[in-house]
Nanobody
């Protein structure tokens, strides 16, 4: 059983920054791509960013491109989401997820491409 635990959320003013972390259990972390999703109140969960198993390839939602950076440290079995220039519309619960194996970039934005999910961490951006 794989466990994913997010941390780093909190309350920040617009224009501020946060770094989210996702720590995974198990010894196969480096084999799988990973992703971040978010769900705002009253809205469906949406794709934020994804990263390949090696970290060499990334993908971002248009809404966060240029402001957020996804990264991973396989030695520490941890994935990160560096969020800069935060906006009130970034307020949401942020989830990390493990990608099913051997998937191409074209499906990285699809929630069905992920098999394990964390419990989420709240990010609130005040105006």
């Amino acid at each position: 059983q794989v466990q994913l635990v997010e941390s780093g959320g909190g309350l920040v003013q617009a224009g501020g920054s946060l770094r989210l972390s996702c720590v995974a259990s198990g010894r196969t972390f480096s084999v799988y791509g990973m992703g971040w999703f978010r769900q705002a109140p009253g809205k469906e969960r949406e794709f934020v960013a994804a990263i390949s198993s090696s970290g060499g390839s990334t993908s971002y939602a248009d809404a966060v491109k240029g402001r957020f950076t996804i990264s991973r440290d396989n030695a520490k079995i941890t994935m990160y989401l560096h969020m800069n220039s935060l906006k009130p519309e970034d307020t949401a619960v942020y989830y990390c997820a493990r990608m099913l194996s051997l998937l191409g970039r074209s499906v990285w934005t699809n929630q069905g491409a992920y098999d394990y999910w964390g419990q989420g961490t709240q990010v609130t951006v005040s105006s």
